[in-house]
């Protein structure tokens, strides 16, 4: 069974910082990539990050980076100078891999074939 399971959320203060992990299994693809989206209460899902088989990361805000550890098979949100507007569930999705695109394509949710249960992070101001 193909899934990822997101861990590393919680309750922290206003100019905080979190990270995220990411650990995908029962994939018989060869690569994939990995995006990383948030839906905050009321609001449409968004795009926050991306890291491709390859290695190249593109995060959508200057706070954010997305990275991998292959040899562990985790992929990494680290979030800094966290605001009460970063309030959301954080979720981690699955591509079977893709290369070439451009960001663009990458920043799609409708791309992504298996998703996470999310996890919940909470800033206070």
């Known amino acids: 069974q193909v899934k990822t399971e997101e861990s590393g959320g919680g309750l922290v203060q206003s100019g905080g910082s979190l990270r995220l992990s990411c650990v995908p299994s029962g994939f018989s693809w060869d690569f994939y990539n990995i995006g990383w989206f948030r839906q905050a209460p009321g609001k449409e899902r968004e795009f926050v990050a991306n890291?491709?088989?390859?290695g190249v990361a593109d995060p959508a805000r200057g706070r954010v980076t997305a990275s991998r550890d292959n040899d562990k098979n985790t992929f990494f949100l680290q979030m800094n100078s966290l605001e009460p507007e970063d309030t959301a569930v954080y979720y981690c999705?699955?591509?079977?891999?893709?290369?070439?695109?451009?960001?663009?394509?990458?920043?799609?949710?409708?791309?992504?074939?298996?998703w996470g249960q999310g996890t919940q992070v909470t800033v206070s101001s």
């Open positions: 999705a699955a591509q079977k891999g893709v290369s070439g695109k451009g960001n663009s394509y990458y920043r799609d949710a409708s791309i992504y074939d298996s």
């Open positions: 890291v491709r088989w390859s």
